[in-house]
């Protein structure tokens, strides 16, 4: 998995798209964030950060819990993660 986002929350401000190193993320029509390329997200975090609307859900692999920890501790915010 990669990003997941909450259409609810997404405000269609297109921060995720642009600051995402890998694009992994596209502009639908009504310009909310598509994920295009699930697999191509190495989990930088970027979109998850940044959103203003905390609308960016990562769901890391297992492999990533240690590297994904100091974001959940600076943002207070809990990854979901695969087992
Ligand atoms: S940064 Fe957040 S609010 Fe803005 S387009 Fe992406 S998911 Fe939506
Ligand atoms: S975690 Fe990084 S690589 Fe993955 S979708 Fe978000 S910004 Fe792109």
Redesign the pocket.
């Known amino acids: 998995m990669?990003?997941i986002i909450d259409y609810d929350k997404c405000t269609r401000c297109g921060t995720?798209i642009e600051?995402?190193?890998?694009d992994?993320?596209a502009a639908n029509m009504d310009k909310s964030p598509l994920?295009k390329y699930p697999y191509?997200?190495?989990?930088?975090?970027?979109?998850?950060i940044d959103c203003p609307a905390q609308a960016?859900t990562?769901e890391a692999p297992v492999f990533m819990q240690f590297v994904a920890k100091p974001y959940e501790f600076a943002h207070k915010r809990q990854i979901k993660r695969e087992y």
């Open positions: 990669s990003a995720c600051r995402c190193p890998e992994v993320l994920v191509e997200c190495w989990y930088c975090g970027a979109c998850y960016v990562l």
